[in-house]
């Protein structure tokens, strides 16, 4: 059974530093790998989708790496901001699972002006 | 191009009514997908749909709850007597379901209180 699992489970940082939030998960055999973000109350927002075959992805300032064999993915927000402030779930598809993500508990992330 | 919308937002049932809950996918995506998040929990599947059929039902409790995507109109999450325990945002995604794309949208989600 797929598990994942997102360490840190909350992160406060001042504005400017780096994020860098990861993800890990127990079964390699992922068909892709996408990360959301979700603010209070509200729904998620697709961020990064990383299919296996990919190391990586980026848009903005945000860039996610996929390490398979590790069991890993990691997300990288560059120059944060206090509207980067949010919970980032990260959610894994397995491959004989199609259509079903399973969660992370998110990482809660505070960016203080 | 609208995104995933449900309706409605927010929802109060008294315990043993019905809950109805909707959700229209984005334009062109025929797999639709339904998660609970439970308050100070993470985001758990229930059940996964495509037109007029359900793929995944795996994530459904096994009374009560039941999901329908009709070739015409919303999916529906129906919760029969609800109880207390069934407090909890209800979230509804979508994807295209083809080999190329299985990226998921999410819908902003309905929050169920049951009184």
């Known amino acids: 059974k797929q598990e994942v699992t997102q360490i840190p489970a909350a992160l406060s940082v001042p504005e400017g530093e780096n994020l860098v939030l990861n993800c890990s998960f127990t079964d390699s055999a992922i068909y892709n790998l996408q990360w959301f973000r979700q603010d209070p109350g509200k729904g998620l927002t697709s961020l990064l989708l990383i299919q296996s075959s990919q190391r990586e992805q980026t848009s903005g300032r945000l860039n996610a790496s996929l390490d398979k064999s590790s069991g890993r993915s990691t997300l990288y927000i560059a120059a944060s901001q206090p509207g980067d402030s949010a919970t980032y779930l990260c959610a894994v598809m397995t491959t004989d699972s199609w259509g079903k993500f399973q969660f992370g508990a998110g990482t809660q992330v505070v960016v203080t002006p | 191009n609208a995104g995933v919308m449900q309706n409605p937002r927010h929802l109060v049932r008294r315990r043993g009514q019905e809950a109805r809950l909707r959700c229209s996918p984005m334009?062109?995506?025929?797999?639709v997908y339904w998660y609970r998040q439970l308050p100070e929990e993470g985001l758990k599947f229930m059940v996964y749909l495509q037109k007029e059929n359900i793929i995944d039902e795996s994530g459904m409790p096994k009374e009560r709850f039941s999901a329908e995507f009709p070739k015409e109109g919303p999916s529906i999450l129906r919760i029969q007597q609800v109880v207390r325990g069934d407090s909890a945002a209800y979230f509804c995604?979508?994807?295209?379901?083809?080999?190329?794309?299985?990226?998921?949208?999410f819908g902003q989600g309905t929050r169920l209180t049951v009184v």
């Open positions: 334009k062109g995506h025929s797999h």
């Open positions: 995604a979508s994807s295209p379901g083809t080999a190329r794309s299985t990226e998921a949208f």
